[in-house]
């Protein structure tokens, strides 16, 4: 890898064509966690229930998803091999906002996820990343883009202080909002569970995500407060809408991704979904990632866009 060439970020949307992304990695993913271990109500119900996905499993639904992102030419980046470690999901590791990339302050289990990522941020021009405040924790899967708005899955202090999957603080809200004045920065609350993994929103992209120019899919049960579903149906328009059911929410349908505003990148089990986006004239690439998905992420959050344009 080079690390002279500096790489120019540009991530305006969730939807935008997309030029580079980093993927994560199913190299080494260490053995099955004990419960203890577990720090998402999905991967506890799948490891008690000795459905747990295998290595194997996982490395073919990843390959199936690199080959699409190589079909458009998208430049794929990979974090480097740590061993034994879970490192599917590099999403929640930071996230692009405008030309800026900035370095999540994620749980305490996963810290040893950034230095994998640490060659390609070399990449980028140092007044070019930034480092959150240590005050403020937030996952990358809790940061949506809407054209000039920013929207961000938060949890209140005693939900914060309460829940292992509350990932996202209103601190990292206020630092988003001082650093990008631009930006329409609005914090939703989220339900959440450690227990039960059909009462937990582990992050925003779970219960909402934006598709094509002016489409979105959301899961109204699954914000704290109906003046959030009511602000979003304003916004987008109900009838650009597509509501999930609580079982759709349960299986992360909103959990797509979208490699252009007209190409998304969906899961073969969402025939309902994958139907109306057909009738919205979306060109939907069918992958079945159901061994992932028990470990609580999907395409999205398999993936950290640098560029698009």
Request: aromatic share 10%; charged share 25%.
């Amino acid at each position: 890898m080079n690390l002279n060439s500096k790489i120019s970020l540009s991530v305006n949307s969730e939807t935008e064509f997309l030029k580079s992304v980093i993927l994560g990695i199913p190299n080494d993913i260490g053995s099955i966690p004990k419960v203890e271990e577990c720090f998402d109500p999905s991967s506890i119900y799948h490891v008690e229930n000795n459905s747990y996905p295998t290595a194997i499993d996982i490395s073919k639904e990843m390959i199936n998803f690199l080959e699409v992102l190589n079909k458009y030419n998208v430049k794929v980046l990979r974090p480097e091999n740590i061993p034994n470690l879970n490192q599917v999901f590099a999403r929640d590791l930071g996230f692009v906002l405008q030309d800026t990339f900035l370095i999540s302050n994620i749980i305490e289990n996963r810290a040893n996820e950034i230095p994998a990522i640490q060659d390609i941020l070399f990449q980028i021009s140092s007044n070019k990343v930034l480092k959150i405040d240590s005050k403020a924790k937030i996952e990358g899967g809790d940061v949506t883009i809407l054209k000039d708005h920013v929207f961000i899955g938060a949890s209140n202090p005693t939900d914060f202080n309460k829940y292992k999957v509350a990932r996202t603080n209103f601190e990292a809200v206020d630092f988003i909002k001082n650093n990008f004045p631009n930006k329409k920065v609005i914090g939703f609350e989220l339900f959440k569970s450690d227990n039960d993994k059909n009462e937990n929103t582990l992050h925003l992209d779970c219960c909402f995500q934006p598709v094509s120019n002016d489409l979105a899919i959301i899961a109204p049960d699954s914000f704290k407060n109906k003046r959030d579903v009511a602000f979003l149906e304003e916004l987008i328009g109900k009838s650009n809408l597509f509501y999930l059911s609580k079982e759709e929410k349960n299986s992360m349908y909103s959990n797509i991704f979208s490699i252009s505003p007209n190409v998304v990148i969906s899961d073969s089990r969402f025939s309902r979904l994958n139907s109306w986006l057909k009738q919205k004239d979306i060109l939907v690439e069918e992958i079945n990632y159901s061994e992932i998905s028990k470990m609580g992420g999907l395409f999205r959050c398999s993936t950290l866009p640098l560029i698009r344009e």
